[in-house]
């Protein structure tokens, strides 16, 4: 059993940074491999990044990539989604994963935080 987080969100201007942080208690959190995920008002959950236990191996959804950085610090127990040149249509609650291996599909992970909400105003 893993507990996990969310901090950092809330309203930024369009163009601005925001970094999201993700507590990890309970497992071993160098078991994991870590994604986060993004649900609009009215859409479905997307995958947003990932991240390989190691942290060796990154993936990213095509709309992020250039703008986003996950990454993870093993000693915190925390996993970073680093969001920089934010866009309105990156407005969404944003949610922490666990799982066994890095997936875009949210079946990979068992264990979800409670979602953290960034509004990007234009």
């Known amino acids: 059993q893993v507990q996990l987080v969310e901090s950092g969100g809330g309203l930024v201007q369009a163009g601005g940074s925001l970094r999201l942080s993700c507590a990890a208690s309970g497992r071993t959190f160098s078991s994991f491999a870590m994604g986060w995920f993004r649900q609009a008002p009215g859409k479905e959950r997307e995958f947003v990044a990932g991240i390989s236990r190691s942290g060796g191996v990154t993936t990213y959804v095509d709309s992020v990539k250039g703008r986003f950085t996950i990454a993870r610090a093993v000693a915190r127990n925390t996993v970073y989604l680093q969001m920089n040149s934010l866009k309105p249509e990156d407005t969404a609650v944003y949610y922490c994963?666990?799982?066994?291996?890095?997936?875009?599909?949210?079946?990979?992970?068992?264990?979800w935080g409670q979602g953290t909400q960034v509004t990007v105003s234009s």
């Open positions: 994963a666990a799982g066994g291996n890095v997936g875009r599909s949210s079946s990979v992970y068992d264990y």
